[in-house]
């Protein structure tokens, strides 16, 4: 129990800290992709300490216990996220509390949060936000679940007796080594998928409808100020470890200490660090890359692009997997 | 169209009530081009059935409406032209026409020009004319509701409310 | 802000005078059904400080320093307008050379300003990297106007009957580097932004204005030409030295089969009047004769003061500006160096009306990208006086001046 809170305590910090300088890198190289010098990496803890000294303001026509209550709603649930999925060489602190569609069900929660602060602070810009948010939630959660459902299935099927919706035991066989041709081009596709699902998870360009500067002026986060919204830029940054860390568990899982022959403290090192290096790079290509490359979607053509094109490359990948696990055995 | 014959067609149709008529040729400083200004100065009445008379020739541009206070009328000035899409094919046409303070009315033209909307709501705002058959009368560039015409020579500033 | 009509319920939004898509004040009221616009009402005039009036109290000498300060972006041409509506009414005949330069100047402009609505045109788009890019780019062309004009903006090189700086021969071989430096961008600029599918699908059929509202409501310049009207001052009624220039209206079918009237049109049309204005400066530079720049030395602006009192009469000038037609009208009395009118519309003004069509079912997602596509310039519409800020460092005015002085010194080798 003891160790549970100090791990607790431990992923909490290591989270945001993580995440924030995420941000701040992914700042610092879109700005050079852009030909800008950009901000110091340590920006995004400048810009929190800056909203946290400032006066955090409640519009009148606002609910105010809502409105207030869905960023820490927001940043308990990526952060709980973060709880259940491998980390470094570290197996999950919550492993056997919870499994993987718990993960999907927390994943929904900071959207859902932000939505439901929107609709309460009282403003056409937030309020045309939040909807804009659960459309957005609708269309990506789909070719989610297909890819993850997918893969346990898969894993279940390669190794019967294992619980295969453990991200633990997920991470601990990495689902490569169980493919044949069918199954290896599915779970290419998936990987594709999760890639794209990544940035819209994220709300960023091209699928930052949500926020959408030059149209909303923010969106659904328009009208909130000082801690709360320096609370939903943390569950932000968090956010991104989260859904990178989460690709990597389900299809990245190795670690290079192993592999080194190194053990203990030295092997945790490098496994720290080899997995560091792998979140860097995903971030690299499904958020930083993308959002330099891209113009806004408009809603409508966000939601066609998940529903129907994307959704049938996720269906593809699954029933390609599930042929491979049929067959190829 | 020749602007001697354009001029022509039009005292043809409209008589008395064009009561003057001049043409400017703009000749470039190059020496090898000019182009005509054609000034008329009409009655009010025969404005509406004047432009009218132009779209029979082309639909015209309208780029704006200038107006001036000369104490008793206020002076409106059309700037049309003509004969765009061709090269060196277009010809500017103005009307001029007076109409009294005491009774501002001038028939709208945006039925004829749409476009001529921004136009006369800047003077209906600025200079306190009416044209009558406007679509939208109120302000544009002023605040809603601001009575004053800043135009006028003899308007002497906003007071009350607008001031603070 | 919900009000229901019609058993319906539509939102307002207001969009304005301060939004992050809006670079100037313009207010906008959004009926919205869902994310579908029904209709919308325009409110500009938060930036009128009646520059006309002032004009109307000083000689043109000085309101030629007011006149180019209606704009930051297209003062050149308010300039040329301006002066060409007095040379128009009191007769002054210009020498060719300034002619020439005066279009290789309003050429020059007409680059910057394409490019610079481009950049803006992509953040509205969320494309941001565009944005840094043709921003960047743009320094090229300030670069050779602050080098012939010594000015960034507001360049103070046309007056009336003339210009006030030469083009040196040292000067040439640089603009025409800088000529061919965008000439090889542009294969660059219009892959980016024409074959870019983010791009098109947002701007392809968005904002549509048909050939015959752009004719009615009066559009002008690239708004209008979009939309196949084929509205060019510079060929229509030309002017300064371009009848001794070949060019054309440049309409989208230059660049696909039909015209469509909307956004991803206005864009093509912008492009391919930066290729065009590069191939006008050349042209103007091979055909610029030797000679006369106008008046310059104090004895002759004085000779013109006076002439202007001594005159009366009435003129237009017509100046085919970045954004469409400018027109500034000007009248003077005998004995009376103020003019009794002034009257400036710029290229917004006729371009305002053109927004509600373009703006019939659009959704929210189109607002800004339609707001920008017209390249809206809410300064010169409100005619105000427009001040460009230096960088908010410690620097103090006078640093400042100092740095661009030693910067133009730099350009000028």
Do not use: N
């Given at each position: 129990m003891v160790q549970l809170f100090w791990g607790s305590v431990v992923i909490l910090f290591g989270g945001v800290i993580l995440g924030l300088i995420y941000q701040g890198v992914d700042r610092k190289l879109a700005a050079r992709m852009q030909a800008r010098i950009g901000p110091p990496i340590v920006q995004p803890f400048r810009d929190i300490k800056k909203l946290l000294v400032k006066e955090n303001i409640v519009p009148e026509n606002a609910i105010p216990w809502i409105y207030n209550g869905a960023p820490f709603l927001a940043l308990a649930a990526v952060v709980t996220v973060l709880f259940y999925l491998p980390l470094g060489d570290q197996r999950p602190l919550f492993s056997g509390y919870g499994d993987l569609i718990l993960v999907l069900y927390l994943l929904a929660l900071p959207a859902v949060a932000l939505a439901i602060g929107g609709f309460a602070s009282g403003s056409p810009y937030a309020v045309i936000g939040a909807q804009r948010e659960i459309v957005m939630m609708m269309s990506y959660e789909l070719p989610l679940a297909a890819a993850i459902v997918a893969l346990a299935w898969r894993l279940d099927r390669a190794l019967p007796g294992i619980t295969a919706f453990s991200l633990k035991e997920i991470a601990a066989h990495p689902i490569w080594a169980y493919l044949g041709p069918l199954g290896f081009i599915g779970a290419i596709l998936l990987v594709g998928v999760l890639l794209l699902v990544m940035p819209a998870e994220l709300s960023k360009i091209p699928f930052d409808i949500a926020e959408a500067e030059t149209e909303l002026a923010g969106g659904v986060t328009v009208e909130y100020s000082g801690r709360n919204l320096a609370l939903l830029r943390i569950a932000d940054a968090v956010k991104t470890v989260v859904m990178g860390a989460l690709i990597l568990a389900l299809f990245f899982p190795y670690r290079l200490g192993g592999v080194l022959g190194l053990a203990g403290a030295a092997g945790g090192v490098v496994d720290t660090v080899f997995f560091l290096v792998k979140l860097f790079l995903i971030i690299l290509i499904a958020v930083t890359i993308v959002r330099v490359a891209a113009a806004r979607l408009k809603v409508s053509q966000v939601a066609y692009s998940f529903w129907v094109p994307l959704t049938g490359v996720a269906l593809a990948g699954l029933v390609l997997i599930v042929l491979d696990g049929l067959f190829f055995m | 169209m020749e602007p001697k014959g354009l001029v022509e067609s039009f005292q043809a149709r409209f008589g008395q009530k064009i009561r003057a008529v001049r043409i400017d040729e703009i000749r470039s400083n190059l020496g090898i081009y000019s182009y005509p200004v054609i000034w008329f100065e009409i009655d009010r009445e025969v404005l509406h059935d004047a432009v009218a008379h132009l779209i029979s020739f082309q639909f015209p541009h309208l780029a704006t409406i200038s107006g001036r206070d000369l104490g008793k009328e206020i002076e409106l000035t059309y700037h049309f032209s003509i004969g765009y899409g061709q090269r060196r094919g277009e010809q500017s046409v103005n009307f001029r026409l007076r109409v009294p303070k005491a009774d501002p009315r001038v028939r709208s033209i945006c039925d004829l020009v749409p476009g001529a909307l921004t136009a006369e709501r800047e003077k209906i705002e600025f200079l306190g004319v009416q044209f009558e058959g406007i679509p939208d009368s109120r302000n544009i560039f002023l605040?809603?509701?601001?009575?004053?015409?800043?135009?006028?020579?003899?308007e002497t500033g906003v007071k009350g409310a607008w001031l603070e | 802000m919900a009000r229901v009509t019609d058993e319906r319920t539509y939102y307002t939004i207001p969009i304005g005078p301060?939004?992050?898509?809006?670079?100037?004040p313009l207010q906008f009221a959004f009926d919205l059904e869902g994310e579908r616009v029904v209709d919308v009402e325009i409110k500009p005039g938060w930036n009128h400080r009646g520059v006309e009036v002032l004009g109307m109290k000083r000689n043109p000498l000085q309101t030629l320093y007011l006149a180019e300060r209606i704009c930051g972006i297209c003062s050149v041409s308010h300039l040329i307008a301006f002066s060409r509506a007095v040379e128009n009414a009191l007769g002054i005949p210009v020498p060719p050379r300034a002619e020439y330069i005066r279009v290789i100047i309003a050429e020059l402009e007409r680059i910057h300003s394409h490019i610079l609505w481009a950049g803006v045109a992509a953040h509205e788009l969320g494309f941001d990297t565009l944005l840094h890019l043709t921003w960047r780019v743009r320094e090229q062309v300030m670069d050779i106007l602050e080098l012939l004009t010594g000015n960034r903006v507001n360049y103070a090189l046309v007056t009336i009957g003339g210009v006030r700086r030469d083009i040196t021969k040292e000067q040439e071989p640089l603009v025409r580097q800088a000529l061919r430096y965008y000439k090889d961008l542009l294969e660059m600029l219009v892959d980016a932004f024409l074959h870019d599918p983010t791009i098109e699908l947002r701007t392809r059929d968005v904002g549509v204005l048909s050939y015959k509202d752009a004719l009615e409501l009066m559009a002008v310049g690239p708004t209008a030409r979009a939309s196949g009207v084929k509205k060019d001052i510079r060929v229509d009624q030309p002017y300064l030295a371009y009848p001794a220039l070949e060019l054309s209206p440049i309409t989208p079918d230059l660049f696909r089969p039909e015209i469509h009237g909307d956004v991803y049109d206005k864009i093509i049309v912008r492009l391919l009047e930066i290729e065009q204005a590069i191939g006008l400066i050349e042209q103007a530079l091979a055909k610029m004769p030797e000679g006369e720049i106008g008046h310059a030395t104090k004895e002759e602006m004085t000779e013109l003061l006076v002439q202007i009192k001594e005159r009366e009469g009435e003129g237009i000038g017509r100046h085919e500006a970045p954004r469409g037609e400018l027109f500034h009208y000007i009248r003077f009395q005998a004995d009376s160096e103020i003019p009794i009118l002034w009257k400036v519309k710029c290229p917004t003004y006729s371009n305002l009306m053109s927004y509600r069509p373009m703006f019939q079912g659009a959704q929210i997602a189109d607002i800004p990208i339609i707001i920008a596509c017209i390249d809206p310039c809410i300064a010169c519409m409100d005619r105000v006086i427009v001040r460009r800020d230096g960088r908010e460092e410690v620097w103090t005015a006078e640093q400042l001046l100092a740095k661009s002085w030693e910067k133009t010194r730099r350009l000028k080798g």
């Open positions: - | 605040p809603y509701g601001m009575k004053e015409h800043p135009w006028r020579k003899d | 301060t939004h992050p898509s809006l670079k100037e």
